[in-house]
């Protein structure tokens, strides 16, 4: 299954599009909150959450002197955006 383009506002997603993103990132799905992913990272752990209106992360497990902290995304944001903020840590 091809992605959109990483330019395409996020909500041009199709669901299983979006599934397919994060796991190609290393994420895995929580098993009981299907909407929630998790990911490990060497200096931080993320929880990363669909919600109905943004994408919501919330780190934790820092090793930085930052506290534990969440961050939103708007769905209008390209996916190339949020993975870019996302995924360069807190």
């Known amino acids: 299954m091809e992605l959109p383009s990483a330019n395409t506002p996020l909500y041009n997603h199709p669901l299983p599009k979006i599934e397919q993103w994060l796991k190609n990132l290393g994420c895995e ?10 990911v490990q990272k060497p200096d931080w752990q993320a929880e990363i959450c669909l919600e109905i209106e943004e994408l919501t992360v919330s780190y934790f497990n820092t090793e930085s002197k930052v506290k534990d902290f969440n961050r939103s995304f708007k769905y209008s944001l390209s ?3 949020i993975e870019s903020a996302v995924f360069s840590g807190p």
């Open 29 to 38: 799905q929580d098993k009981e909150n299907l909407h929630c992913w998790y």
């Open 79 to 81: 996916r190339q955006d």
